[in-house]
Nanobody, 116 residues
Framework: QVQLVESGGGLVQAGGSLRLSCAAS????????MGWYRQAPGKQRELVAA???????NYADSVKGRFTISRDNAKNTVTLQMNSLKPEDTGVYYC????????WGWGQGTQVTVSS
């Protein structure tokens, strides 16, 4: 079964940290650029961070210096370490492959809520 399962979200105060994890099916994960996305209420889904199979990363300007994306190619997992969280980081966070069709769609996501 092809799937994506995100976890690790929660409620945290501004300035706090959370660590998100994504477990992906091998067919999705292998050789793919993987991305973490977020969708705030009433807004479009946006890319937060991405990582290539070889480990090269890029980040949205809004999270640079605060978020770190990593992956474990042996375990088909991708992680997002989020530090110095701000209320504007609130949203549902999803992971998925980039730069390829995604017939499997999106996982259920994990809710991150940052209180001021």
């Amino acid at each position: 079964q092809v799937q994506l399962v995100e976890s690790g979200g929660g409620l945290v105060q501004a300035g706090g940290s959370l660590r998100l994890s994504c477990a992906a099916s091998q067919s999705i994960f292998e050789n793919s650029v993987m991305g973490w996305y977020r969708q705030a209420p009433g807004k479009q889904r946006e890319l937060v961070a991405a990582i290539t199979w070889a480990g090269s990363t890029n980040y949205a300007d809004s999270v640079k210096g605060r978020f770190t994306i990593s992956r474990d190619n042996a375990k088909n997992t991708v992680t997002l370490q989020m530090n110095s969280l701000k209320p504007e980081d609130t949203g549902v966070y999803y992971c998925n492959a980039r730069f390829r069709p995604i017939p499997w769609g999106w996982g259920q996501g994990t809710q991150v809520t940052v209180s001021s």
